[in-house]
């Protein structure tokens, strides 16, 4: 039996997650060692690693160094969270792997206890590396993936609103799945659900990340929702609002898409005092994001706020706020967000103290065909138009509002990018989204962007969540190569034939437009319709065949097979509904993509895990040009 003795170095809620975690999995590590032994475990941090680029220990950048043998552990690190994710590299050099979220889905090899002679020094490539919630998520889900993100070398979460909640209603109320029934839990129950979300993250010693949309909602005084309001605005609400074709209303009814007119003292001042108010209240928080309203083309006509830009108004009001809360002594972090109609730099404004804030780019309307490594030349800024804008769509049409930023704002910066958002259900075999991913991580020094938040569904792993595991370890390690990462992953997940199964998810990926399922580019495509086409005959053909000359998976495997066999007949059902849309033929699309429907929706509480069926069938509607009947 091994025994691990911790020698105490302080109290710390992260240290003793650290320590449970290291004697849980070594115990399952050296399940088969019959010696009585006990191991000295030292836990250090908070004091520079030796030898390392990045000198000073502080809680935002993480580093650490790994002694380990059969007489003694060390892990020193820049703070606890270093020290978790010094147990978790520890792990992976022993052969663990996690290749998804959950218990169930990972890799414990057996080994002798003489095999433990590891020593690492080690410091994260890039200081932002998370994760933030969308779709509909269980709370299983969610905390399954809080628990994930350190494994991988990720320390961030961003829970995005003031709470999950239409996540978890999302879910719970199985949104666009009617063959499940309503069980959306009470006020009290979702409180107890926000505040485990909260504490997982904590005892991960995650960073947290908090809110972004919403804060002109409440500023009005309004409960934040994602829905059309019961009511119309009430009459002292009226002059708070922007003045969009002549009135001044909730925008297409909903109230958080509604910007306020940022020119009107009592607006700017509820704003700037619901921010601040908020930051003192939750100490907790790392990251504030503060956003103004989503959706474009809706901000102030009137006079005054003609007379200035918006990103002006912007960053006026985030100085507004950064004077109160230094006047409060509170440290808290705002993350301004470049975005929309923000895309446009300010023209007079700066930020008084830069240090207090990180810069967000969020190029939503991107194409995910290709990574920020093939760009090309970057042209001039399109003019901006008050009300008139048009998104961006080539990479170095984005990237030229970056750049424009990163001319008078060289400040703490990381890129919100949307790969497993929307995109990744376009790429069938998760190949080429996991590519540019790896790609676009590796770019990020040469844009002058120190890490990466994805903004994502949690339930993004079919048929597998290759795509995530590159994201997180290559955000830790950049020089790791893809290949490496193919092979490290696939060959635990699928076993011996893994170079076999990647070639067939590579063709499937070759075959697919991550740009086509996402809205972007002509609805009648011939080329895309025939690749469509030529996913069902190339499924049809090979996947059997594929599944027989390899060995019958393990115990462990069997999940990764169970979900490869699922996801053929899914990729049959849905290119049917893809091939029709493409070619034009509108008579066969309803009812391929009827078919496709009932399957997902059939098979869902069977699958849920790993295919988010509602976000798949908005971004379906919304984007892609199906029509969504929820009660077929």
């Given at each position: ?125 890039f200081r932002h590396r998370g994760v933030c919630i969308e779709g509909a998520d269980s709370i299983e889900n969610i905390l399954d993936f809080i628990d994930w993100l350190p494994k991988l070398g990720c320390n961030s979460f961003f829970v995005q609103h003031f709470e999950p909640e239409v996540f978890l209603k999302n ?249 497993l958002g929307r995109a990744h259900y376009g790429d069938l075999g998760y190949h080429t989204i996991a590519r540019v991913i790896s790609s676009d991580i590796k770019e990020l020094p040469s844009l002058g962007l120190n890490g990466y938040m994805s903004c994502q569904e949690l339930r993004a792993a079919f048929p597998n ?63 895309q319709a025939a690749h469509y086409k030529e996913v069902q005959r190339y499924v049809e053909e090979s996947y059997q065949y594929i599944r027989q000359c390899i060995n019958p998976p393990t115990p462990f495997q069997k999940i990764f097979f169970t979900l490869l066999d699922y996801h053929a007949e899914y990729c049959i ?60």
């Amino acid at each position: 039996m091994i025994h691990l003795n911790f020698i105490r170095v302080t109290e710390n809620q992260v240290v003793d997650y650290a320590q449970k975690e290291l004697t849980g999995y070594l115990c399952r590590l050296l399940r088969e060692e019959i010696t009585e032994c006990s191991i000295p475990v030292e836990f250090a941090y908070g004091m520079p690693i030796p030898g390392l680029a990045v000198p000073e220990a502080n809680d935002l950048d993480d580093q650490f160094q790994i002694l380990a043998s059969p007489q003694l552990i060390q892990i020193s690190g820049s703070n606890p969270r270093s020290i978790l994710l010094g147990v978790y590299r520890l792990l992976s050099e022993t052969g663990c792997r996690f290749p998804m979220p959950g218990k169930e889905c990972e890799y414990i090899p057996a080994i002798r206890l003489d095999q433990l002679n590891i020593r690492l020094c080690e410091a994260a490539s890039f200081r932002h590396r998370g994760v933030c919630i969308e779709g509909a998520d269980s709370i299983e889900n969610i905390l399954d993936f809080i628990d994930w993100l350190p494994k991988l070398g990720c320390n961030s979460f961003f829970v995005q609103h003031f709470e999950p909640e239409v996540f978890l209603k999302n879910w719970y109320s199985h949104k666009y799945n009617p063959l499940l029934s309503e069980e959306i839990p009470g006020r009290e129950e979702l409180e107890h659900m926000y505040r485990k979300i909260d504490k997982a993250m904590a005892v991960r010693g995650l960073l947290h990340h908090r809110v972004g949309h919403g804060w002109t909602s409440k500023a009005m005084g309004v409960p934040y929702a994602c829905a059309p309001a019961v009511t119309a605005p009430a009459k002292e609400q009226k002059p708070m609002l922007a003045l969009v074709n002549g009135s001044r209303e909730f925008w297409e009814g909903i109230p958080s898409n509604t910007n306020l007119c940022y020119s009107n003292p009592k607006a700017r001042d509820a704003f700037i005092k619901t921010v601040a108010d908020y930051a003192l209240s939750h100490p907790e928080v790392d990251y504030i994001h503060v956003w103004l309203a989503d959706e474009y083309n809706n901000v102030c006509e009137c006079r005054s706020c003609r007379s200035t830009s918006l990103s002006d108004q912007y960053i006026s009001l985030l100085n507004e706020i950064d004077h109160t809360l230094e006047q409060s002594g509170v440290t808290t972090h705002i993350v301004l967000l470049l975005y929309q109609e923000l895309l446009w730099p300010p023209i007079r404004q700066a930020l008084v103290h830069p240090e207090r804030f990180t810069l967000m780019f969020a190029p939503i309307s991107r194409t995910f065909n290709r990574s920020y490594s093939c760009r090309g030349p970057i042209p001039h800024l399109m003019p901006y138009r008050r009300n008139q804008i048009a998104l961006p769509h080539t990479l170095e049409e984005n990237l030229a509002f970056l750049e424009a930023w990163k001319e008078h704002y060289d400040i703490d910066s990381f890129v919100y990018d949307y790969p497993l958002g929307r995109a990744h259900y376009g790429d069938l075999g998760y190949h080429t989204i996991a590519r540019v991913i790896s790609s676009d991580i590796k770019e990020l020094p040469s844009l002058g962007l120190n890490g990466y938040m994805s903004c994502q569904e949690l339930r993004a792993a079919f048929p597998n969540a290759f795509p995530n595991y590159v994201m997180g370890r290559t955000l830790w390690n950049s020089s790791l190569s893809f290949e490496k990462l193919e092979e490290e992953y696939y060959s635990v997940i699928y076993g011996s034939g893994w170079r076999t199964i990647k070639e067939y998810l590579k063709r499937l990926s070759s075959l697919s437009s991550s740009d086509y399922f996402n809205g972007i580019g002509p609805r009648i495509n011939s080329e895309q319709a025939a690749h469509y086409k030529e996913v069902q005959r190339y499924v049809e053909e090979s996947y059997q065949y594929i599944r027989q000359c390899i060995n019958p998976p393990t115990p462990f495997q069997k999940i990764f097979f169970t979900l490869l066999d699922y996801h053929a007949e899914y990729c049959i059902l849905i290119t049917k509904a893809l091939a029709a849309l493409a070619a034009g033929c509108a008579a066969d699309v309803p009812g391929a993509w009827d078919s496709f429907m009932k399957f997902i929706r059939y098979h869902e509480t069977e699958f849920q895990p790993y295919l988010d069926v509602y976000r798949v069938l908005e971004v379906g509607t919304k984007y892609t040009g199906f029509d969504l009947d929820i009660d077929r």
